[in-house]
C-alpha cells in the first residue's frame, strides 16, 4: 500500500508539472490592481468550498450506455461486434466514464447557462471554460463493463490569478476518484477556470483565444479527421447528462456568450484524442496516463485534427510504463485546440 501512495504522489507532483507546459495565457498571482470585493468574495467562497464534504456518487456500467457513446463517437449503427466489444467484464475505454455519474442537479439549480454550480465562485466569476485535467488508470484493476462504481469528487485547490491585461481568474481544481468493488480504479482531475462575466471583458478574452495559433512542436505519426455535427455534440451532451447550453443551443452560444457556433466539450475532445491510441494498443496493453492542456474552441461544423507522436521514454516516468506519446488537436487553421501527453502500461492480470 505505501508503494502505491507513494506512486501515486509522484504522478501528482508530474502531472502538476506537465499541466504547466502550455498554458493558454501568461498569468501572475493576484495583486492590488485586482477589486477588493472581488477578492474579497473568492476568499471567502475559497475557504468554504475546501471544506466542503466529499461528493460520492454511485452508477454501473451499463453495455447499452457504452454502445450508445460508440455510435456517438463513430456515427455508425451499431453491429454485432461493437456490442461484443461490451459485453460484460470487457474494460471500459478510457475517458468513456464521462457517459455516467450524470450530475443530478433540478433545474431550478443549474446556472443560467445550464451548468451545474456544485464547485462554482459566486457572482461576479460565472464565466467559464474547461483549461485542462487529466486521468490515471490503475492497470491492476481497471473499470468493465457490468462493474458498480462509486466516485468521490472534492475540490483540490483553487488559484487565483491575473493575465497580462489585468483580468482575474479563478481556478478550480476537482479529483474524482472512481471505485470499483476491488477498491481504486482511476482518478480523474480537471481544472476549469472561471472568470468574471463582464461583457467588455470576457469578449476580449475571448477574442485573444479564438485568434490565438500556437502552432505543434512535431510532425505527427498519425493523424485522423473529426467532423463535429450538431448531433454529435448534442447526443454527447446527452450521453453526459450535461446541459451547458454552450455545446447545443446556437442562439444562446453566439448571442449570449459571443461565439461563432457551439462549442466542442473538452472531454468529448479527449475523448477523440485517446480513442486513435487506444484502437491501436497492443493486446494486453492499457493507457495508464494522460494529461491535457485545453488551448482554444473548437466548433460546430468545424473538422479539427486529431494528431499523435511516438516520443521517448524517460527517467521520471514510472517503472511500469512501456510507451509514451505526445497527442494534440488541430483546428481549421491549423492552431494548437487542446495539446497532451498519454502513457501506456501492461494490464496486470489479478
Request: contains cysteine.
Amino acid at each position: 500500500m505505501t508503494s502505491i501512495l507513494l506512486a501515486r504522489s509522484r504522478h501528482a507532483l508530474r502531472a502538476s508539472s506537465a499541466l504547466s507546459f502550455r498554458q493558454p495565457l501568461t498569468f501572475r498571482p493576484l495583486s492590488s490592481t485586482a477589486s477588493p470585493s472581488s477578492a474579497d468574495i473568492i476568499a471567502e467562497w475559497t475557504a468554504s468550498i475546501l471544506k466542503k464534504p466529499v461528493l460520492i456518487e454511485r452508477d454501473t456500467i451499463r453495455s447499452q450506455t457504452l454502445q450508445q457513446l460508440a455510435m456517438t463517437l463513430s456515427k455508425e449503427t451499431p453491429t454485432s461486434a461493437t456490442a461484443a466489444m461490451f459485453k460484460k467484464g470487457a474494460l471500459l475505454p478510457v475517458n468513456w466514464h464521462h457517459a455516467f455519474f450524470p450530475p443530478m442537479i433540478g433545474e431550478n439549480d443549474l446556472g443560467k447557462d445550464g451548468y451545474e454550480m456544485t464547485h462554482a465562485p459566486p457572482a461576479p466569476f460565472l464565466a467559464r471554460m474547461w483549461a485542462g485535467g487529466g486521468v490515471e488508470q490503475n492497470p491492476a484493476n481497471p473499470l468493465r463493463v457490468g462493474q458498480d462504481m462509486l466516485m468521490k469528487t472534492k475540490c483540490t485547490n483553487v488559484d487565483v490569478k491575473q493575465n497580462r491585461s489585468g483580468d482575474v481568474m479563478v481556478f478550480v481544481s476537482l479529483e474524482k476518484q472512481i471505485e470499483n468493488e476491488h477498491g481504486w480504479a482511476l482518478t480523474d482531475t480537471r481544472t476549469l477556470v472561471y472568470m468574471e462575466k463582464d461583457e467588455n471583458n470576457l469578449q476580449a478574452l475571448k477574442s485573444k483565444l479564438v485568434k490565438r495559433k500556437c502552432l505543434a512542436r512535431r510532425e505527427a505519426d498519425r493523424t485522423t479527421v473529426v467532423h463535429p455535427t450538431a448531433i454529435l455534440l448534442f447526443r454527447y451532451s446527452a450521453l453526459s447528462f450535461n446541459s451547458h447550453l454552450i455545446h447545443y443551443e446556437h442562439q444562446y452560444a453566439n448571442k449570449v456568450e459571443g461565439y461563432p457556433g457551439c462549442l466542442v466539450h473538452g472531454p468529448l475532445t479527449s475523448t477523440f484524442m485517446l480513442e486513435i491510441l487506444r484502437q491501436n494498443l497492443k493486446p494486453g496493453q492499457i493507457i495508464k496516463n494522460y494529461r491535457y492542456r485545453a488551448l482554444s474552441p473548437l466548433y460546430v461544423d468545424q473538422p479539427f485534427k486529431i494528431c499523435t507522436k511516438n516520443t521517448a521514454i524517460v527517467p521520471t516516468m514510472e517503472a511500469d510504463i512501456i510507451d509514451s506519446y505526445e497527442v494534440w488537436v488541430e483546428n481549421p487553421e491549423g492552431g494548437l485546440a487542446m495539446s497532451g501527453t498519454v502513457e501506456i502500461a501492461q494490464e496486470l492480470k489479478a
